[in-house]
Nanobody
Framework: QVQLVESGGGSVQAGGSLRLSCAAS????????MGWFRQAPGKEREAVATRHTSGGSTYYADSVKGRFTISQDNAKNTLYLQMNVLNPEDTAMYYCAAEIMSPFLSQACTLQRKYNAWGQGTQVTVSS
C-alpha cells in the first residue's frame, strides 16, 4: 500500500510562488503513477499534473500550463509541484495521489486516470 505525505502549502500573494512536496513510501517509487490534484471550496476535485515516476510524459491541466512544473527526487522518493505566478483561482486544497503502475505503461498516467492512494492534502491560499 502506498502512503503519501504532502507538505509545502501556505499563503502567498498573487504572483508569488510555492513548492509542494509529496513523500511516497510503501512501494517501489519507480513503479508509480503520481500526480497532483486540487479541490477548491464548492468545486469538484480537478487534476493539476500527473506523470510516471520512471519518466516519460508529464500531463498538465490547461489552467496551470506554463506556471506549474512537476519534478522529483528519486533518492528521496519525493514528487514536487513548483507553482509560479499564482493567482487567487489557484486557492485550493492540494492533494498528492498515486497508483501502482508498470513503467512500461507510463503513458497511462494521465490526468483522467483514477488514482487509488491519496495524501491528506495541503492548503494553498493565494490572496489578491
Amino acid at each position: 500500500q502506498v502512503q503519501l505525505v504532502e507538505s509545502g502549502g501556505g499563503s502567498v500573494q498573487a504572483g508569488g510562488s510555492l513548492r509542494l512536496s509529496c513523500a511516497a513510501s510503501g512501494y517501489t517509487y519507480s513503479r508509480l503513477c503520481m500526480g497532483w490534484f486540487r479541490q477548491a471550496p464548492g468545486k469538484e476535485r480537478e487534476a493539476v499534473a500527473t506523470r510516471h515516476t520512471s519518466g516519460g510524459s508529464t500531463y498538465y491541466a490547461d489552467s496551470v500550463k506554463g506556471r506549474f512544473t512537476i519534478s522529483q527526487d528519486n533518492a528521496k522518493n519525493t514528487l514536487y509541484l513548483q507553482m509560479n505566478v499564482l493567482n487567487p483561482e489557484d486557492t485550493a486544497m492540494y492533494y498528492c495521489a498515486a497508483e501502482i503502475m508498470s513503467p512500461f505503461l507510463s503513458q497511462a498516467c494521465t490526468l483522467q486516470r483514477k488514482y487509488n492512494a491519496w495524501g491528506q492534502g495541503t492548503q494553498v491560499t493565494v490572496s489578491s
